[in-house]
């Protein structure tokens, strides 16, 4: 079974920032693409960013230049460096991953929580 380990959630005041990670562990055959989404209370989740296997990026329009997806292949493990955090950026952040294994099946982290208040 595929397993997908976030981390790095946490409080934070407005302009501060936070990096979270993602480990993604099992019966893995190849990532296609790997991301972020988010889920405030009351609101349907949106796709934050995501990245392919081959490092194309992509971004809500709510965090470009503010927030940036990388990978580390070799550790099967994507990050999220968000800057500049404004308070709507409240939300659990899950990240999930595009998983051949041995089937194209998309797996979900179980979130992590990111507050932004002052």
């Known amino acids: 079974q595929v397993q997908l380990v976030e981390s790095g959630g946490g409080s934070v005041q407005p302009g501060g920032s936070l990096r979270l990670s993602c480990a993604a562990s099992?019966?893995?055959?190849?990532?296609?693409?790997m991301g972020w989404s988010r889920q405030a209370p009351g609101k349907a989740r949106e796709l934050v960013a995501s990245?392919?296997?081959?490092?194309?990026?992509n971004y809500a329009d709510s965090v470009k230049g503010r927030f940036s997806i990388s990978r580390d292949n070799a550790k099967n493990t994507v990050y999220l460096q968000m800057n500049s955090l404004k308070p709507e950026d409240t939300a659990a952040y899950y990240c999930?991953?595009?998983?051949?294994?041995?089937?194209?099946?998309?797996?979900w982290g179980q979130g992590t929580q990111v507050t932004v208040s002052s």
């Open positions: 990245i392919t296997s081959g490092g194309r990026t």
């Open positions: 099992g019966s893995i055959g190849s990532i296609s693409a």
């Open positions: 999930n991953a595009l998983i051949s294994s041995p089937y194209l099946t998309n797996y």
